[in-house]
């Protein structure tokens, strides 16, 4: 166990059991400091644990990649002392068009030389299909091998981490508690009972009603709703090996922008797939312990979104993937929609609203991959301020 003492101990109390909180409640435990989660459901059911379960570093732009880094290996590290699966699958964004594969070479070659070109290699179709038997061969010009992605199952990993820091860090978890009022100093349960603290972090994902809503008034952030699926477990152990995603998600990460030949390969998508382009979709494997391989996904945002889930958006999904893999069986075992926040001014809406009260939120599909790096970052800053 590593403790990182503060110039004092802390009072620290965290709203929000879902990765973001997970993560500042450790990383505030290891600076030596008392920390309360307070989740009001029984167990975490919010978007961190409705996604894929990928680590997804390479979706990361340049300036983030030192904190996307450093939080794979507080993954690991949680992992182990936790016990919960992860797998260092490394990922493959697969090219069956021409504008693809030109993509994949461009940003290569811009990134010869720099702390990310280690990580990553060009592979032709001979070398993709020895990486990952899912890889559809037919068009399939090459890929980008990136090894630096990893594999959690977000449910299991997500409900396994409380137990492990309040075993080893005595971390109060206060579950089926909701908060209904925050203010310098304290925080008031829905019991009516008070609690006090030197310390507030506010990680309630895409709630912006319940605390403080006048603090997201005017700001650029807005609710995403997402559709996923999931398999049926694989027959004969059949594994797709690492994380894969196409040519749609080349134009979904920021960090492609700089690639000449995107415009075309997006003008060229919306030609041909304009409801891609009106829902969002942009598609992704991974697989999980059990064999079931995660399908997605799709990004409807603001009052775009609704409680229904059209079967259209799944049949797009699916009609998209099938263009790049193939799977032994397609039978699915169930799907689902997740809603996070999505802050459009950076990766992160973090704010001093009040002495000693954060609000820490809109990470959107960073979620998974940055928590634990950005948490880290964070209490470095505030242990200075």
């Known amino acids: 166990m590593v403790v990182r003492h503060a110039s004092r101990t802390q009072r620290v109390g965290i709203v929000g059991a879902g990765i973001a ?6 990383s505030a435990a290891e600076r030596g400091h008392q920390v309360t ?13 409705r996604n894929f379960g990928m680590v997804w570093v390479i979706g990361q732009p340049d300036a983030m990649q030192a904190i996307a880094l450093n939080s794979r290996d507080r993954w690991l590290e949680a992992a182990q002392k936790a016990g919960f699966w992860i797998a260092p699958c490394g990922s493959l964004h697969l090219a069956h068009h021409d504008d693809e594969w030109q993509v994949l070479q461009e940003y290569v070659q811009q990134h010869q030389g720099s702390l990310r070109s280690k990580y990553l290699r060009l592979l032709d179709p001979d070398q993709t299909q020895s990486m990952t038997p899912a890889a559809n061969p037919k068009g399939l010009l090459g890929s980008l091998w990136s090894d630096t992605e990893c594999c959690v199952d977000p449910t299991s990993a997500i409900r396994a981490i409380p137990a492990w820091l309040h075993r080893d860090y005595g971390i109060n978890f206060q579950f089926s508690t909701a908060v209904t009022h925050v203010q310098s100093g304290s925080v ?67 960090n492609f922008n700089g690639c000449p030949t995107l415009k075309s390969l997006q003008q060229r998508i919306a ?16 697989q999980n312990h059990l064999g079931q391989v995660v399908l997605g996904d799709s990004h409807q945002y603001g009052d775009q979104v609704e409680p229904f889930d059209t079967c259209d958006i799944d049949q797009y999904i699916l009609r998209e993937l099938r263009k790049i893999i193939q799977l032994p069986t ?56």
Not at 37 to 49: H, N, Q, Y
Not at 194 to 222: K, N, W
Request: net charge negative; charged share 20%; glycine share 10%.
């Open 330 to 385: 397609w039978d699915l075992q169930a799907h689902w929609h997740g809603i996070y926040a999505k802050y459009t001014g950076g990766l992160v809406f973090e704010q001093l609203v009040s002495p000693g009260v954060r609000v820490f939120t809109g990470l959107g599909g960073n979620g998974m991959t940055l928590s634990f790096g950005l948490a880290e970052d964070a209490w470095d800053r505030w242990e200075i301020t």
């Open 37 to 49: 989660v307070f989740e009001r459901s029984s167990k975490s059911s919010g978007a961190s644990i």
């Open 188 to 254: 008031r349960t829905a019991d009516s009972k008070m609690h006090s603290f030197d310390q507030i972090v506010i990680c309630c994902g895409d709630d912006f009603a319940t605390l403080l809503p006048e603090v997201y008034q005017g700001v650029s952030i807005r609710p995403c709703k997402l559709h996923m699926m999931r398999t049926i477990q694989q027959p004969d152990s059949w594994r797709i090996g690492p994380h894969l995603a196409g040519g749609l998600t080349l134009r979904h990460y920021p």
């Open 21 to 26: 909180g997970l993560a500042h409640a450790w």
């Open 271 to 286: 030609h041909e797939s304009p409801e891609l382009d009106e829902l969002g979709i942009h598609v992704m494997a991974s």
